[in-house]
C-alpha cells in the first residue's frame, strides 16, 4: 500500500512549482484513495444502505467530499459558481454524529451512483485545474488561496476514515476487499500488561501559526499545561485484558460506569464492543470488509464510556487509580517515547497511514521506547473534552468545524489509526467525538493521584452576556472609546497614589474596568449582581481566556477569543476578586474602600435613592465615589417612588443629577462638574446602542 | 375698585427703574386683590370648605398662588432654597380641573389660616426683596430673571378669577361682599337679540416673541386663517333669552345636545345654568357673595355642553344655523369692533378688570360699534379646542402649564370677565377648559354655512412613532446625520435629471426623505404599512405642524414643534402623496416608478425574498432601485425561509446583501458598491440606537 502513503504537505518550505506538483500529487493519492474505499462495496445497493439509523447512506458520503470542496472554493471565491447546486445541496450537510440531530428522516431522492461518479470526476477535473492555474506562493497560510484546496484534501481524508468506519457497519456481504486486503493476521499469545512510570513536567499544547503543517482551526493557540508524575500501560488494552472486564459482568454493574455511561449501556443493552460478534461462545471479530476470528491481542475498540468504565473496574480490583490520560499526558508520552511527527518519516514508525496494514494489528507490535502505538494502530480515547486552546480563532472558512464540539461532550481522541492519513496522522492532530460513539478507536491507561483538569471554554452565548462581553473586551466601533477604559481615564485623573488604595467596583458587569484598575490600585473588589455576567469575568481570572459568540447578521454569527495576555492584565491578578452580590444587603466585610466605583448601577436596581443614602457606609473618610448613570429609568426596573430624579414633584420636574446631590449632600462633596461619557454597546455588525452616561465624582466628608 | 385696575406692564418700553416700581407696583395690587378676595370668606370654617367636591378646599388656593411664586423661583434658580417644604409640597398641585383626575381624596391635614397667612406675607416679602434687587435690564423676555415674577403674578390672577368661581360655589352664609360690593344693580327690559353681518377676511392668529405685553406659552406661535363671512348675535345671550330653551324643554330634550352634553346633561339632571336658583315656580341668581332675583337682562352663565345646545335648538327653531363663533371669529369681531388692548386704555371699553362692576351686568350695557361685550361682561365659550399655534415652544419653567389641554377637550375661551385683571384682560389671552366646566362664562352666537376647522394638533406621544419624528425631524445627535438626509444625497449623486421623475419611497416612515425628494422629483408617493407613522407626515403636510413629546429622562419629556417651513419644506407639497399600503399587495397604480427607495424596508416585512422578486414590476425600465437595510433579521418579524440571506445554507454562510443580490441579479444590475449609511435614532437625553444601513443601488434592466 506504499502508493496510499499520504503525508501532508510542508507549507513554508520549498520551491512553489514543486510544491504546486506535490500538492497535486497529494490531492489525487487522496482523492484515489477515497474511490477506493467505496470500491469494496460490491453493488449498487449498498450505497443506499445506512450503515447506522442516525447516519445518511453512504451515496451521501460518496458525494460529500467533492461537494465540500466546491462550496468551499465557493465561498473563498476561487471558483467562480456552483457546478451541480442541487448535489451542492444535498450533499453538504448532515454529516457527521455531532449533528446527528439534524438529520432529516426523510427519504431524499437520491442520485444514482454513477450521476455521483461524474460529478466526482468532474469536480476532481476542476480542482486539478485550480492547483495547476492558481498563482502559488509560500508559506501556504490561512490567507494562501491554496488552504482552501488544502483543506479539501485534509477533508477528504478524514471522510476516508469515518466512511471506512461505517463501511465496517454494513453488512459483510455486500463488501469486498479491494485494495484493503493486507489485514495483519498476526495474533499472539495473551499480552500481560504492565504500568511505567512517566516524570511529569510542564507541557506545552497547540501550534503556531507558522507551523509548516495544514492544521483545522482548534490545533492553533498555546496552552501550558502541568503534567504531574503518571504510570501510563505499555500496551494498548487488547481484547484479551478487555474480555477480564467483560468476564467480571463489567456491562452488568452500574458501578463501573459513569452515569451517562450507564444510561448508554442500558439503553444498547450492550454486552461486549460493539465489533465483536458473539457466536455460541466464542467471539469472532468485525475488521473493515471481512470477520475473522477474535484477535485476542489486537487492542479492544470500545467508545470512552466503556474504557472509563473499564478504568473504574480495574482500579478496584487492582487498588490503584486507573483512567484514561489527559491530553496533554498523552504528549508526555510522544516527549518521552521521542515519536517523530509524519513529516519526518521514512516509514510510519506505527500502524498509520496504511502504511503497514488494512486493518489494527497487536497491541505488542510497534515498540516506542517503553511503549508500545503511542501512535497508529488505533486512536486512544482521552479524559480531556476537546475544546479549543487559549488564542483560538475560526477559520472563516469553515467557521463550524469546530466550536459546536467545545460542549464538554466531545472527548479528544489522539495517536490516529491504520486508516487515519494526511492530518489525521500528524502529532497535532485534535480530532474529537461524543463519547459514546465509534470510531477505529481503543484506549491505554494510566495511574496517577491526580484528576486531569477538565476545562471546556466553551462559547458564551447567553445574548446579554455576549453584548456586554464585546463591549467590555470587544473591537471598538463608531470611533468611540470602550466605557471601561474611559471610566479608568477618570480614576488615573481623580485618584492620587492609587497603588496604596482598595477600589470596590459595583455593578462589574463582565469585569474590563476590574481587571484594569487591578493594575494601578492595590485591590479590587468587583462585584456584580448577576452570576451571568461575572462568570466570565471569573473565567478569565481564572484560564486568561474568554470565549463568546456574538451576531453578524440574522443567524450567521461571529466567533470570539479574548486572551487576558494580549490584554496585559494577567499579571495582577491577585490584586483582584470577583463576587456576586446583591448591591442593596452588601456583605459586611465590603466596607472600608479608598474609591467606589459605580457605573450605570442606579438604573438598574430597585431601589437606587437607598443604595444613594447608604452607600457612604461603606467608603473610608475622604473616600471617593463615583457614580455614572444613564438616567434611564424605568418601572419594570424601579418603581418611581425609589428613583432619585426624573420625575416631577409638587408639579415641578426633578432632574436626576440634582435628586441624586439632594442625596449625597449629607455625606459627600461634588469633586468637579459632571462629565459625559460616551460609548456604544454593539448588538449585531450594523446595530448599535450608544449611552452617555453622566459621571459624577463625590468626596466623603470626613 | 380704581385700586384694582390691574394691568399687566410693557415689557419693552421704558426706563429699568421705573419699571422695577411698576414692577413692584403690579405685584402689590395683585397680591392685596388676591388677599381680599379671601376676605370674603366669614370664618375660618370656610377656608375649609370643598366648594366642589372634585376641588381642594379654598385653604389650598390660598396659599397656592404663594408656594407657585417659591417652586418657581427656586426651579429659576432665584431663590436658593425652599422657604417651608412642607408648605412647598401640599400646596403645590392639584390645582384645576385639568387634573381633576389627580386630586387626592384623603383629607389632608391642612394648616391653619393664620400659618398660611404668615406664609404668604414671608413669600410678599421675598419677592418683593427679589423684585428690588434683581438686574433689570429690558426688555423682559423669556430669559430675563423678571420673566419668573411676572410669570408668578400673572399666576395670581388667573386664581383670583378662578377662586372667585370657587367661591361663587360656597354657600352665601359663610360669604361676606368685603370690597366686592359694586355689584350691578341695573336689569333691563327683556333684550331681543339680532344677527349683524361680519364681512371674512384672514386672521392672523398668535403674538411673536418681541410681544410687549407678558404672554403663556400658548399665546405665541403664528397662524393665518381664512375667517369667511357669518353674522354674529349683536348680544351676548341674556338670561331672558336662554328662558326660552328652558321653557321649551331643552333640558330634556336630547336632540340638541351633543353626545358629550346629553351625557352630561343627564348624569347632572341638570334642568338651568348652574347659578340660576329654581325657588317655586321663580329663579333667582347666585352672584359670588350673593343671591340676587333673577337678572334677566344678565348673560346666561353656561358651560360649552348648554351653549352648544341652546344654538342647535335655536337653529331648529329658527332655520338658520347657528352656533358658536371660532376663536378666529372671535378675533374678528375685535377686528371690525376696533376693540383696544389693555395697555392703550384709559378705562376699560368693558365690564372687565374690576373697573366697572364686582359682578357681571346687563348684555346691552357696553357697546362695540354694532356690538355689545366683545370684551368684558363674561367669558365667551367657542367652538375651537385649545392647540399652540404653529411655532408654539413649552415655557421650560411651566411646561405643563398648556400641552395638558392640548387633547380637542378644552375648548377656548375669549374675552374676558368682569374679575379678569393682568394677562386675562388682554386681547391674546387664551385660556380653556373642558367643555362641562364653569366659569364665569357665557356666549355669543354666530350664522355661518361654514363649519369651523377644528385643529387638535395635540402632541404625538406614541412612543415609537416620536422616536421617528425625531429622527426624521429632529436635531442631529452624535454628530451623525439623519438617515433621511443621507439618501437624500445618494439620490442627487445617483439620479439624473430628477424634475422628470417619478419617485416611490417604499417604508416612508414619518415621512422626511418624501419631502425632501419633493423638491427635486416631478412626484413623490410615499407609502408605509402603518397608519401611526405616516399619519405625523400626513398632518405636517396638511398643516405644515408637526407636535410630539419625546423622552428626556425617566418620566420627563421634551415637547417638540416641527414647522415645514423652517424647514423650507412647504413648497413643493403638490408633488406629494402619503399612502398607507401593505408593500406585499400594493395597489395596482402604485407602478411605472422611475426611482423607488426602500429604506429599512427589508428587515421589517414578512416575505423580504418575495418583495425582492417583484418588485422590478413598479419600475419603469432603466428604473433604479435603492435598497437600504440593517439585516437585523428577526424570527419575530419574519420566518428564516423568507431571509434573502443572514443563515447558513447546505453548511456555508449567505450573506444578506449575496442572498439579495442571487435574486435582484435576474431582473437588475448593481450599480455601484454597497454604502454604508450610518446614523442615530433617539430614545432619551442619553441613549441612543445606532444603526449602519447598507444601501445598494440597482439599475432595472430594459
Redesign the interface.
Known amino acids: 500500500m506504499k502508493e496510499f502513503n499520504i503525508k501532508t504537505p510542508h507549507l513554508v518550505k520549498g520551491n512553489p512549482e514543486e510544491k504546486r506538483q506535490e500538492i497535486l500529487d497529494y490531492f489525487n493519492r487522496t482523492f484515489e484513495l477515497d474511490t477506493q474505499l467505496y470500491n469494496t462495496l460490491k453493488d449498487e445497493e449498498a450505497f443506499y444502505m445506512r450503515a447506522d439509523p442516525l447516519r445518511h447512506p453512504i451515496i451521501f458520503y460518496y458525494g460529500h467530499t467533492s461537494v465540500f470542496f466546491v462550496?468551499?472554493l465557493?465561498?473563498a471565491g476561487l471558483l467562480p459558481s456552483h457546478i451541480n447546486p442541487h448535489f451542492?445541496?444535498i450533499f453538504?450537510?448532515g454529516v457527521d454524529e455531532m449533528s446527528w440531530d439534524d438529520l432529516n428522516q426523510e427519504n431524499y431522492d437520491w442520485p444514482t451512483v454513477t450521476e455521483v461518479r461524474e460529478y466526482r470526476r468532474t469536480v476532481k477535473a476542476e480542482i486539478t485545474k485550480l492547483i495547476k492555474e492558481l498563482p502559488l506562493a509560500l508559506p501556504i497560510n490561512w490567507e494562501n488561496p491554496f488552504w482552501p484546496i488544502i483543506m479539501g484534501i485534509e477533508h477528504q481524508n478524514i471522510h476516508i476514515e469515518t466512511s471506512s468506519v461505517l463501511i465496517r457497519q454494513l453488512p459483510v456481504d455486500k463488501l469486498q476487499t479491494g485494495i484493503f486486503s493486507n489485514i495483519c493476521d498476526e495474533d499472539q499469545v495473551i499480552v500481560a500488561n504492565e504500568l511505567i512510570d512517566v516524570e511529569g513536567s510542564k507541557i506545552q499544547l497547540g501550534k503556531t501559526e507558522n507551523h509548516p503543517l495544514y492544521g483545522w482551526d482548534l490545533e492553533y493557540g498555546s496552552f501550558e499545561e502541568q503534567v504531574e508524575d503518571f504510570k501510563a500501560s505499555k500496551y494498548l488494552v487488547s481484547n484479551s485484558e478487555f474480555l477480564e472486564f467483560i468476564e467480571a459482568k463489567g456491562y452488568q454493574n452500574k458501578q463501573w460506569w459513569t452515569e451517562e455511561g450507564w444510561s448508554w449501556c442500558t439503553y444498547k443493552q450492550a454486552e461486549h464492543p460493539q465489533f465483536w460478534i458473539k457466536e455460541n461462545n466464542s467471539y469472532k471479530l468485525r475488521l473493515m470488509t471481512q470477520i475473522v476470528p477474535m484477535k485476542w491481542s489486537f487492542p479492544a475498540e470500545i467508545n470512552y464510556l466503556e474504557a472509563k468504565a473499564f478504568c473504574n473496574w480495574k482500579s478496584a480490583k487492582t487498588g490503584k487509580k486507573l483512567r484514561l490520560p489527559s491530553e496533554a499526558e498523552w504528549y508526555k508520552l510522544v516527549e518521552v517515547t521521542k515519536v517523530q511527527d509524519a513529516i519526518d518519516w521514512e516509514v510510519a514508525p506505527g500502524n498509520v497511514n496504511l502504511e503497514h496494514y488494512s486493518s489494527s494489528c497487536p497491541v505488542n507490535k510497534f515498540p516506542f521506547g517503553d511503549f508500545y502505538d503511542v501512535i497508529g494502530n488505533v486512536w486512544q480515547w482521552t479524559e480531556t473534552p476537546i475544546t479549543g486552546y487559549p488564542g483560538f480563532k475560526v477559520h472563516p472558512l469553515y467557521?463550524?468545524f469546530s466550536t459546536p464540539t467545545f460542549d464538554g461532550k466531545h472527548n479528544l481522541i489522539k495517536g490516529g489509526s491504520w486508516i487515519s492519513t494526511g492530518n489525521e496522522a500528524t502529532l497535532n492532530a485534535r480530532y474529537a467525538f461524543r463519547r459514546h460513539f465509534y470510531q477505529h478507536a481503543g484506549f491505554r491507561y494510566v495511574e496517577s493521584e491526580f484528576e486531569p483538569e477538565i476545562r471546556v471554554d466553551s462559547y458564551e452565548t447567553d445574548e446579554e452576556v455576549t453584548i456586554s462581553c464585546e463591549q467590555n473586551y470587544g473591537e471598538d466601533y463608531?470611533g468611540m472609546t470602550k466605557l471601561p477604559l474611559q471610566v479608568l481615564e477618570v480614576l488615573k485623573n481623580h485618584i492620587e497614589n492609587p497603588t496604596d488604595k482598595r477600589l470596590l467596583d459595583l455593578n462589574c458587569n463582565t469585569g474590563r474596568l476590574a481587571f484594569e484598575a487591578s493594575q494601578l490600585f492595590k485591590e479590587v473588589m468587583a462585584i456584580d449582581a448577576s452570576a451571568r455576567f461575572i462568570r466570565p469575568a471569573i473565567e478569565l481570572q481564572k484560564n486568561g481566556l474568554l470565549r463568546y459568540v456574538i451576531t453578524?447578521?440574522?443567524?450567521?454569527s461571529v466567533f470570539k477569543d479574548i486572551l487576558l495576555k494580549d490584554l496585559k492584565l494577567d499579571n495582577t491578578l491577585d490584586h483582584l476578586q470577583f463576587m456576586q452580590d446583591d448591591v442593596m444587603k452588601l456583605k459586611e466585610q465590603y466596607t472600608g474602600y479608598d474609591v467606589i466605583v459605580a457605573m450605570n448601577l442606579l438604573e438598574d436596581i430597585r431601589q437606587p435613592k437607598a443604595f444613594l443614602s447608604m452607600i457612604h457606609e461603606r467608603l473610608c473618610a475622604g473616600g471617593t465615589l463615583i457614580l455614572g448613570s444613564?438616567?434611564?429609568?424605568d418601572t419594570s426596573k424601579s418603581q418611581?417612588e425609589n428613583?432619585p430624579?426624573?420625575?416631577?414633584?409638587?408639579?415641578?420636574?426633578v432632574?436626576?443629577i440634582d435628586g441624586i446631590s439632594h442625596i449625597l449632600n449629607e455625606h459627600f462633596r461634588l469633586e468637579s462638574e459632571p462629565l459625559g461619557l460616551?460609548y456604544?454597546i454593539r448588538k449585531?455588525?450594523?446595530?448599535?446602542?450608544?449611552?452617555?452616561?453622566?459621571v459624577s465624582i463625590w468626596k466623603k466628608k470626613s
Not at 552 to 556: A, M, T, V, Y
Not at 630 to 633: I, M, P, R, S, V
Request: hydrophobic share 25%; glycine share 8%.
Open positions: 462550496n468551499k465557493v465561498l451542492e445541496s453538504a450537510i467557521d463550524d463608531l453578524d447578521e440574522g443567524e450567521l444613564t438616567y434611564d429609568w418611581l428613583w430624579g426624573g420625575f416631577k414633584k409638587d408639579g415641578e420636574p432632574r436626576s460616551t456604544p449585531s455588525s450594523r446595530s448599535f446602542e450608544v449611552q452617555k452616561s453622566e
